[in-house]
Protein backbone atom coordinates (compact mmCIF):
# COMPACT_ATOMS: atom_id res chain seq x y z
CA UNK A 1 0.00 0.00 0.00
CA UNK A 2 0.89 3.52 -0.75
CA UNK A 3 2.20 5.56 2.44
CA UNK A 4 -0.25 7.63 3.63
CA UNK A 5 2.12 10.36 3.78
CA UNK A 6 3.80 11.03 0.78
CA UNK A 7 7.06 9.39 1.34
CA UNK A 8 9.48 12.70 0.32
CA UNK A 9 11.24 12.14 3.82
CA UNK A 10 13.48 9.94 5.27
CA UNK A 11 12.35 10.25 8.55
CA UNK A 12 14.06 9.04 11.69
CA UNK A 13 11.37 6.70 13.84
CA UNK A 14 11.23 8.82 16.54
CA UNK A 15 7.88 11.27 17.39
CA UNK A 16 8.55 13.90 19.87
CA UNK A 17 5.52 14.55 22.14
CA UNK A 18 7.08 17.46 24.39
CA UNK A 19 9.93 20.17 23.80
CA UNK A 20 11.22 22.34 26.85
CA UNK A 21 13.69 24.75 26.31
CA UNK A 22 16.46 22.81 24.37
CA UNK A 23 14.94 19.88 25.36
CA UNK A 24 12.77 17.41 23.06
CA UNK A 25 10.96 14.33 24.89
CA UNK A 26 9.76 11.47 22.77
CA UNK A 27 7.04 8.92 23.14
CA UNK A 28 8.84 6.43 24.97
CA UNK A 29 10.01 9.30 27.77
CA UNK A 30 13.95 9.65 26.18
CA UNK A 31 15.11 13.30 26.30
CA UNK A 32 17.16 14.56 23.69
CA UNK A 33 19.12 17.46 23.59
CA UNK A 34 18.02 19.54 20.16
CA UNK A 35 20.96 21.01 18.56
CA UNK A 36 18.89 21.14 15.25
CA UNK A 37 16.03 23.25 16.47
CA UNK A 38 13.74 21.78 14.00
CA UNK A 39 16.49 23.18 11.26
CA UNK A 40 17.34 26.94 12.96
CA UNK A 41 13.78 27.48 13.80
CA UNK A 42 12.61 26.89 17.26
CA UNK A 43 15.66 30.43 18.26
CA UNK A 44 14.30 30.26 21.55
CA UNK A 45 13.91 26.57 22.43
CA UNK A 46 10.69 25.02 22.63
CA UNK A 47 7.69 26.17 24.07
CA UNK A 48 9.35 29.51 25.35
CA UNK A 49 6.60 31.18 27.58
CA UNK A 50 6.32 34.81 26.17
CA UNK A 51 5.94 32.97 22.80
CA UNK A 52 3.13 29.98 24.36
CA UNK A 53 1.45 33.33 25.93
CA UNK A 54 1.13 35.21 22.57
CA UNK A 55 0.11 32.71 20.48
CA UNK A 56 -2.38 31.05 23.06
CA UNK A 57 -3.69 34.92 24.04
CA UNK A 58 -4.19 35.44 20.45
CA UNK A 59 -5.79 32.36 19.25
CA UNK A 60 -8.63 33.42 21.88
CA UNK A 61 -9.22 36.45 19.94
CA UNK A 62 -8.83 36.50 16.31
CA UNK A 63 -6.85 34.11 14.24
CA UNK A 64 -7.55 35.40 10.39
CA UNK A 65 -8.88 38.19 7.84
CA UNK A 66 -6.66 38.00 5.15
CA UNK A 67 -4.73 40.55 3.31
CA UNK A 68 -7.64 42.31 2.15
CA UNK A 69 -7.95 44.09 5.48
CA UNK A 70 -5.17 46.18 7.62
CA UNK A 71 -3.30 43.61 10.25
CA UNK A 72 -1.78 45.72 12.98
CA UNK A 73 0.15 42.96 14.03
CA UNK A 74 2.06 43.16 10.63
CA UNK A 75 2.51 47.15 10.83
CA UNK A 76 4.02 46.60 13.96
CA UNK A 77 6.69 43.55 13.15
CA UNK A 78 7.29 45.35 9.58
CA UNK A 79 8.42 48.76 11.73
CA UNK A 80 10.71 46.85 14.07
CA UNK A 81 12.25 45.19 10.98
CA UNK A 82 12.59 48.16 9.13
CA UNK A 83 14.22 50.06 12.55
CA UNK A 84 16.79 47.35 12.67
CA UNK A 85 17.72 46.62 9.14
CA UNK A 86 18.43 48.29 5.78
CA UNK A 87 15.18 47.49 4.83
CA UNK A 88 12.35 50.10 4.21
CA UNK A 89 9.54 47.53 3.49
CA UNK A 90 8.49 44.06 4.19
CA UNK A 91 6.33 41.22 2.57
CA UNK A 92 5.56 38.31 4.95
CA UNK A 93 5.11 34.82 4.01
CA UNK A 94 4.35 31.79 5.53
CA UNK A 95 7.76 30.41 4.48
CA UNK A 96 11.47 30.67 3.37
CA UNK A 97 10.85 29.62 -0.40
CA UNK A 98 7.75 32.07 -0.40
CA UNK A 99 10.31 34.89 0.53
CA UNK A 100 12.89 33.67 -2.05
CA UNK A 101 9.96 34.06 -4.55
CA UNK A 102 8.59 37.08 -3.33
CA UNK A 103 12.49 38.16 -3.85
CA UNK A 104 13.33 36.85 -7.62
CA UNK A 105 9.64 38.23 -8.50
CA UNK A 106 10.94 41.52 -7.08
CA UNK A 107 14.37 41.89 -8.48
CA UNK A 108 12.74 40.85 -12.09
CA UNK A 109 9.66 43.33 -11.47
CA UNK A 110 12.39 46.40 -10.53
CA UNK A 111 14.35 46.32 -13.62
CA UNK A 112 10.58 45.59 -15.71
CA UNK A 113 9.01 49.15 -14.57
CA UNK A 114 12.60 50.61 -15.16
CA UNK A 115 12.10 49.34 -18.68
CA UNK A 116 14.61 46.85 -19.25
CA UNK A 117 12.25 44.04 -19.20
CA UNK A 118 14.80 42.17 -20.68
CA UNK A 119 16.85 42.06 -17.64
CA UNK A 120 15.21 38.80 -15.43
CA UNK A 121 18.28 36.92 -15.04
CA UNK A 122 19.69 35.89 -11.49
CA UNK A 123 22.80 34.88 -11.07
CA UNK A 124 22.89 32.20 -7.74
CA UNK A 125 26.51 30.20 -6.83
CA UNK A 126 27.40 26.60 -6.55
CA UNK A 127 25.83 24.86 -3.30
CA UNK A 128 23.10 27.05 -3.05
CA UNK A 129 19.88 26.43 -0.99
CA UNK A 130 16.49 28.39 -2.06
CA UNK A 131 14.02 26.65 -1.64
CA UNK A 132 11.94 23.57 -2.90
CA UNK A 133 9.31 25.81 -5.49
CA UNK A 134 10.12 25.74 -8.96
CA UNK A 135 11.69 29.28 -8.97
CA UNK A 136 13.38 27.99 -5.64
CA UNK A 137 15.43 24.84 -7.25
CA UNK A 138 15.75 26.58 -10.22
CA UNK A 139 17.92 29.03 -8.19
CA UNK A 140 19.73 26.59 -5.91
CA UNK A 141 20.64 24.55 -9.24
CA UNK A 142 21.26 21.12 -8.09
CA UNK A 143 20.30 18.52 -9.77
CA UNK A 144 19.48 16.34 -7.39
CA UNK A 145 16.26 19.07 -6.71
CA UNK A 146 15.66 19.65 -10.51
CA UNK A 147 15.85 16.27 -11.81
CA UNK A 148 12.55 14.77 -13.01
CA UNK A 149 10.30 17.94 -12.58
CA UNK A 150 10.65 19.54 -16.02
CA UNK A 151 12.86 22.85 -17.90
CA UNK A 152 14.23 24.16 -15.22
CA UNK A 153 12.51 27.77 -14.93
CA UNK A 154 14.44 30.04 -17.42
CA UNK A 155 16.62 32.83 -16.28
CA UNK A 156 18.83 31.55 -13.10
CA UNK A 157 22.40 31.22 -13.86
CA UNK A 158 25.02 29.81 -11.47
CA UNK A 159 28.55 30.66 -10.94
CA UNK A 160 30.92 28.54 -8.84
CA UNK A 161 31.08 30.69 -5.44
CA UNK A 162 34.35 32.77 -4.54
CA UNK A 163 34.90 33.23 -7.92
CA UNK A 164 34.69 36.43 -9.11
CA UNK A 165 36.14 36.06 -12.35
CA UNK A 166 33.47 33.53 -13.08
CA UNK A 167 31.14 36.24 -11.79
CA UNK A 168 32.07 38.25 -13.39
CA UNK A 169 32.09 36.50 -16.67
CA UNK A 170 28.92 35.22 -16.07
CA UNK A 171 27.21 38.77 -16.14
CA UNK A 172 25.10 40.13 -19.18
CA UNK A 173 23.47 43.01 -20.27
CA UNK A 174 20.07 40.57 -19.00
CA UNK A 175 21.42 40.11 -15.67
CA UNK A 176 18.92 41.73 -12.72
CA UNK A 177 19.94 40.46 -9.96
CA UNK A 178 22.95 38.20 -7.66
CA UNK A 179 21.43 36.15 -4.95
CA UNK A 180 23.63 34.64 -2.33
CA UNK A 181 23.23 33.21 1.03
CA UNK A 182 26.29 34.91 3.46
CA UNK A 183 26.73 31.36 4.99
CA UNK A 184 25.57 28.32 2.81
CA UNK A 185 23.31 26.51 5.13
CA UNK A 186 22.30 23.69 3.45
CA UNK A 187 25.10 23.49 1.28
CA UNK A 188 27.23 22.84 3.85
CA UNK A 189 27.94 25.24 6.72
CA UNK A 190 30.24 27.26 4.07
CA UNK A 191 31.29 30.82 4.78
CA UNK A 192 31.66 33.79 2.42
CA UNK A 193 34.61 36.14 2.98
CA UNK A 194 33.31 39.43 3.64
CA UNK A 195 35.56 41.32 1.11
CA UNK A 196 33.57 38.57 -1.15
CA UNK A 197 30.60 40.07 -0.44
CA UNK A 198 31.84 43.51 -0.26
CA UNK A 199 33.15 42.82 -4.19
CA UNK A 200 29.71 41.56 -4.72
CA UNK A 201 27.78 45.36 -3.55
CA UNK A 202 30.67 46.66 -5.70
CA UNK A 203 29.82 44.77 -8.97
CA UNK A 204 26.26 45.38 -8.46
CA UNK A 205 26.63 48.93 -7.89
CA UNK A 206 28.69 49.11 -11.41
CA UNK A 207 26.15 47.45 -13.13
CA UNK A 208 22.73 48.05 -11.77
CA UNK A 209 22.12 44.77 -10.23
CA UNK A 210 20.01 44.01 -7.42
CA UNK A 211 22.26 42.43 -4.37
CA UNK A 212 19.42 39.64 -2.83
CA UNK A 213 20.65 37.85 -0.01
CA UNK A 214 19.13 34.78 1.54
CA UNK A 215 18.83 34.92 5.16
CA UNK A 216 16.26 32.49 5.63
CA UNK A 217 18.85 30.18 7.79
CA UNK A 218 21.53 33.02 8.80
CA UNK A 219 19.04 35.74 9.68
CA UNK A 220 17.65 36.41 12.98
CA UNK A 221 20.49 36.31 15.52
CA UNK A 222 21.71 32.88 13.93
CA UNK A 223 25.36 34.05 13.67
CA UNK A 224 25.14 36.07 16.31
CA UNK A 225 24.08 39.60 14.68
CA UNK A 226 20.80 40.16 14.15
CA UNK A 227 21.27 39.41 10.21
CA UNK A 228 24.68 38.09 9.24
CA UNK A 229 25.77 40.51 6.77
CA UNK A 230 25.67 43.09 9.25
CA UNK A 231 29.43 40.79 10.23
CA UNK A 232 30.84 42.02 6.91
CA UNK A 233 29.42 45.77 6.25
CA UNK A 234 27.71 45.01 3.47
CA UNK A 235 24.30 45.66 2.73
CA UNK A 236 21.61 43.95 0.49
CA UNK A 237 19.00 45.49 -2.00
CA UNK A 238 16.00 42.41 -0.80
CA UNK A 239 16.43 40.36 1.97
CA UNK A 240 14.83 36.93 2.36
CA UNK A 241 14.57 35.89 5.67
CA UNK A 242 11.82 32.70 7.76
CA UNK A 243 13.33 29.58 9.98
CA UNK A 244 14.11 31.55 13.88
CA UNK A 245 11.73 34.63 13.22
CA UNK A 246 8.18 33.00 14.12
CA UNK A 247 10.24 30.93 16.57
CA UNK A 248 8.42 27.86 15.16
CA UNK A 249 5.41 29.35 13.94
CA UNK A 250 5.14 29.57 9.92
CA UNK A 251 6.69 32.75 9.17
CA UNK A 252 9.01 34.39 6.56
CA UNK A 253 9.59 37.84 5.18
CA UNK A 254 10.89 39.28 2.05
CA UNK A 255 12.48 42.93 2.73
CA UNK A 256 13.83 45.17 0.32
CA UNK A 257 14.59 48.65 0.42
CA UNK A 258 12.19 51.78 -1.77
CA UNK A 259 13.96 51.37 -4.38
CA UNK A 260 14.58 47.70 -5.01
CA UNK A 261 10.38 47.03 -4.16
CA UNK A 262 9.27 50.13 -6.15
CA UNK A 263 7.60 47.71 -9.10
CA UNK A 264 5.60 45.93 -6.77
CA UNK A 265 2.56 48.18 -6.52
CA UNK A 266 -1.06 46.93 -5.85
CA UNK A 267 -1.97 43.06 -7.35
CA UNK A 268 1.73 42.48 -8.22
CA UNK A 269 2.25 39.69 -5.26
CA UNK A 270 -0.38 38.45 -2.97
CA UNK A 271 -0.93 35.65 -0.40
CA UNK A 272 -3.82 34.74 1.38
CA UNK A 273 -2.20 33.46 5.08
CA UNK A 274 0.93 35.23 4.63
CA UNK A 275 1.55 37.65 7.89
CA UNK A 276 -1.78 36.43 9.16
CA UNK A 277 -3.17 37.40 13.17
CA UNK A 278 -1.35 34.45 14.71
CA UNK A 279 1.79 34.52 12.97
CA UNK A 280 2.11 38.55 13.89
CA UNK A 281 1.20 37.90 17.43
CA UNK A 282 4.52 35.19 17.57
CA UNK A 283 6.60 37.38 15.61
CA UNK A 284 6.01 40.38 17.47
CA UNK A 285 6.51 38.44 20.91
CA UNK A 286 9.66 36.59 19.02
CA UNK A 287 11.28 39.96 17.41
CA UNK A 288 11.10 41.65 21.03
CA UNK A 289 13.11 38.87 22.42
CA UNK A 290 15.89 38.99 19.25
CA UNK A 291 16.25 42.64 20.23
CA UNK A 292 16.12 42.54 23.80
CA UNK A 293 19.34 44.04 25.30
CA UNK A 294 22.19 41.48 25.99
CA UNK A 295 20.36 39.02 23.87
CA UNK A 296 22.90 38.64 20.98
CA UNK A 297 25.60 39.18 23.56
CA UNK A 298 24.67 35.88 24.96
CA UNK A 299 24.44 34.06 21.55
CA UNK A 300 28.39 35.06 20.82
CA UNK A 301 29.26 33.97 24.89
CA UNK A 302 27.95 30.90 24.01
CA UNK A 303 29.05 30.50 20.37
CA UNK A 304 32.57 31.22 21.17
CA UNK A 305 32.59 28.38 23.74
CA UNK A 306 31.05 25.96 21.51
CA UNK A 307 33.12 26.42 18.78
CA UNK A 308 36.19 26.15 20.81
CA UNK A 309 34.96 22.84 22.32
CA UNK A 310 33.80 21.86 19.14
CA UNK A 311 37.65 22.85 18.03
CA UNK A 312 39.21 20.36 20.71
CA UNK A 313 36.86 17.69 19.90
CA UNK A 314 37.91 17.84 16.31
CA UNK A 315 41.93 17.93 17.75
CA UNK A 316 40.72 14.81 20.14
CA UNK A 317 39.62 12.65 17.09
CA UNK A 318 41.40 13.27 13.73
CA UNK A 319 39.88 10.21 12.66
CA UNK A 320 36.24 11.59 12.86
CA UNK A 321 36.35 15.33 12.63
CA UNK A 322 38.38 17.59 9.66
CA UNK A 323 37.65 20.68 10.59
CA UNK A 324 35.00 23.14 12.42
CA UNK A 325 33.51 26.32 10.26
CA UNK A 326 30.24 28.51 10.75
CA UNK A 327 29.65 31.52 12.79
CA UNK A 328 27.33 32.07 15.67
CA UNK A 329 25.20 29.13 16.50
CA UNK A 330 25.42 28.24 12.85
CA UNK A 331 28.24 25.29 13.34
CA UNK A 332 29.25 22.68 10.65
CA UNK A 333 32.13 20.19 11.65
CA UNK A 334 33.76 18.75 8.15
CA UNK A 335 33.45 15.01 9.17
CA UNK A 336 35.87 12.44 8.02
CA UNK A 337 33.35 9.72 8.62
CA UNK A 338 29.93 9.57 6.93
CA UNK A 339 27.76 12.79 8.46
CA UNK A 340 24.39 10.25 8.44
CA UNK A 341 26.75 7.74 11.04
CA UNK A 342 28.06 10.18 13.00
CA UNK A 343 24.37 11.80 13.06
CA UNK A 344 23.16 8.56 14.07
CA UNK A 345 25.79 8.02 17.16
CA UNK A 346 25.00 11.33 18.18
CA UNK A 347 21.07 10.44 18.56
CA UNK A 348 22.12 7.05 20.26
CA UNK A 349 24.38 9.25 22.83
CA UNK A 350 21.28 11.34 23.41
CA UNK A 351 21.80 15.04 21.46
CA UNK A 352 19.90 15.83 17.64
CA UNK A 353 22.40 17.28 15.14
CA UNK A 354 21.42 17.65 11.87
CA UNK A 355 23.17 16.92 8.17
CA UNK A 356 24.36 19.27 5.32
CA UNK A 357 25.92 18.96 2.18
CA UNK A 358 29.58 18.61 2.15
CA UNK A 359 29.72 15.60 4.47
CA UNK A 360 29.13 17.97 6.87
CA UNK A 361 26.93 17.82 10.43
CA UNK A 362 25.19 20.85 11.52
CA UNK A 363 24.52 22.39 14.53
CA UNK A 364 21.83 24.81 14.81
CA UNK A 365 20.30 24.49 18.67
CA UNK A 366 18.39 27.09 20.29
CA UNK A 367 19.98 30.70 20.65
CA UNK A 368 18.70 30.47 24.14
CA UNK A 369 21.07 27.30 24.88
CA UNK A 370 22.28 28.08 28.59
CA UNK A 371 26.27 27.32 29.26
CA UNK A 372 25.24 24.22 31.08
CA UNK A 373 23.29 22.74 27.86
CA UNK A 374 26.60 23.68 25.76
CA UNK A 375 28.31 21.88 28.15
CA UNK A 376 26.14 18.39 28.26
CA UNK A 377 25.88 19.07 24.64
CA UNK A 378 29.73 18.65 24.05
CA UNK A 379 29.75 15.54 26.35
CA UNK A 380 27.47 13.96 24.12
CA UNK A 381 28.81 14.86 21.07
CA UNK A 382 32.31 13.57 22.48
CA UNK A 383 30.49 10.59 23.39
CA UNK A 384 29.53 10.23 19.77
CA UNK A 385 32.75 11.12 18.78
CA UNK A 386 34.59 8.39 20.79
CA UNK A 387 32.27 5.61 19.86
CA UNK A 388 34.03 5.97 16.35
CA UNK A 389 37.45 4.95 17.57
CA UNK A 390 36.16 2.19 19.94
CA UNK A 391 34.49 0.98 16.60
CA UNK A 392 37.91 1.17 14.96
CA UNK A 393 39.61 -0.26 17.55
CA UNK A 394 37.03 -3.58 17.38
CA UNK A 395 37.87 -3.66 13.56
C1 LIG B 1 15.37 26.65 4.61
C2 LIG B 1 15.83 27.58 3.57
C3 LIG B 1 14.98 28.01 2.52
C4 LIG B 1 13.59 27.45 2.33
O1 LIG B 1 12.76 27.68 3.41
P1 LIG B 1 11.39 26.84 3.56
O2 LIG B 1 10.75 27.43 4.78
O3 LIG B 1 11.76 25.41 3.71
O4 LIG B 1 10.58 27.07 2.35
C5 LIG B 1 15.47 28.93 1.63
N1 LIG B 1 16.72 29.43 1.74
C6 LIG B 1 17.56 29.04 2.73
C7 LIG B 1 18.92 29.65 2.81
C8 LIG B 1 17.14 28.10 3.66
O5 LIG B 1 17.98 27.70 4.62
Redesign the pocket.
Known sequence: MFPVLLPTFARTDIAFVRGEGAWLVAEDGRRYLDFGAG??VAAFGHSHPALVAALTQQAGKLWHTSNLYRVPGQESLAAKLVAHSFADTVFFTN??????ECAFKMARRYHFVNGQPERFHIITFTG??????LG?IAAGGQEKYLEGFGPKVSGFDQVPAGDLDALKAAITDKTAALMI?PI???GGIRPLAPDYLRALRKLCDEKGMLLIF?????GMGRTGKLFAHEWSGVEPDIM?V??GIGGGF?L?ACLATAEAAKGMTVGTHGTTYGGNPLAMAVGNAAMDLFLAPGFLDQVNKTANYLSQQLGALAAEHPNVIESVRGQGLMLGLKMKVPNGDFINAARTAGILVLPAGDNVVRLLPPLTLTEAEAREGMALLSKAASSFETKAAAQ
Open positions: IGSGSEACAFHGRTGEQGEDEVQTCAKPG
